[in-house]
C-alpha cells in the first residue's frame, strides 16, 4: 500500500501496519521524522514527526508538522559533506554547515563541490547546482546553529565529543526543535543524556 503513496505519506503508513509484536518491550517509543518537499512560500520543506509509543497500550500516536527554513549540521567531513548536499539538491532552505577551523571549511566546501560537480557531469544544469551551493553557508561558530530548525551532528564517532557537542545544541536550539545524530555505533540515549531534552534527540541516516 506504502508504494501508491507519497514517500512521506507511505513511510508513515507503513508505521500503521507494522506489527506492534515485532518490536521489543524495551522500546519504550519510537520516532518516525520525513523531510517533506512543499510547495508554499516561505518555505518549501516540512518536518512531519511521528512518536508511537507501541509498548503503552493504548496505541498512542502523535503527529506534529513544522516547516523548515534553516538546516544546522555539525562537521563537514565525509559524512557531513554527503549530508549537505544531499539536503541542498532536495530542499529549497539554508544549510548553516559548522567546522572548527577555516582550513576544515574549506575541506569541507571542496567535498561538497566534488559532489556538485559529479552531479553537472550527469547533465544537472549549472543553474540548479549553483542554488544548491548558494544554500550553503559555512562557519567556525557552533552559536550561529542557534536559528536551526533542525540540528544535525556528523562528527567523527567518539561519545565525549558528541556528547559536549549536544550539550551545546540543547542550549542553543530551543525545544522542540529536533537535535540529529548521524552516528552508527554509539547509544542516541548516552549521547542525549548530555541534554535536558533528552526526548528530542534522535539518531538520523541519510
Known amino acids: 500500500r506504502s508504494l501508491r503513496r507519497s514517500l512521506p505519506s507511505g513511510l508513515l503508513g507503513q508505521c500503521d501496519i507494522f506489527p506492534s509484536a515485532w518490536v521489543a518491550e524495551s522500546c519504550a ?52 559533506a ?18 572548527v577551523s577555516a582550513e576544515a571549511i574549506s575541506a569541507a566546501r571542496r567535498r561538497i563541490e566534488s559532489l556538485v560537480e559529479r552531479a553537472a557531469r550527469k ?40 556528547r559536549q557537542i549536544f550539550a551545546e545544541l540543547d542550549r542553543l ?3 522542540p526543535r529536533l537535535l540529529c545524530s548521524n552516528t552508527s555505533g554509539i547509544s542516541i540515549s548516552m549521547i542525549s543524556g548530555a541534554t535536558r531534552n533528552p526526548e528530542r534527540v534522535i539518531g538520523t541516516h541519510f
Open 29 to 80: 517509543g519510537y520516532q518516525v521524522v520525513v523531510l517533506e518537499r512543499t510547495g508554499g512560500e516561505a518555505s518549501s520543506s516540512e518536518i512531519v514527526q511521528r512518536t508511537e509509543r507501541r509498548n503503552s497500550g493504548t496505541g498512542a500516536c502523535k503527529l506534529r508538522r513544522w516547516n523548515v527554513q534553516v538546516i544546522g549540521l555539525v562537521g563537514g567531513g565525509l559524512m557531513g
Open 82 to 99: 554527503g549530508i549537505a548536499f544531499a539536503i541542498a539538491s532536495k530542499l529549497d532552505c539554508r544549510i548553516v554547515l559548522r567546522e
Open 123 to 162: 547533465g544537472v544544469p549549472a543553474a540548479e547546482t549553483d542554488s544548491w551551493l548558494s544554500r550553503i553557508q559555512y562557519t567556525t561558530e557552533l552559536d550561529a546553529l542557534a536559528a536551526a530548525d533542525l540540528a544535525i551532528e556528523a562528527v567523527y564517532e567518539n561519545l565525549d565529543l558528541k
Open 173 to 175: 536550539v530551543p525545544p
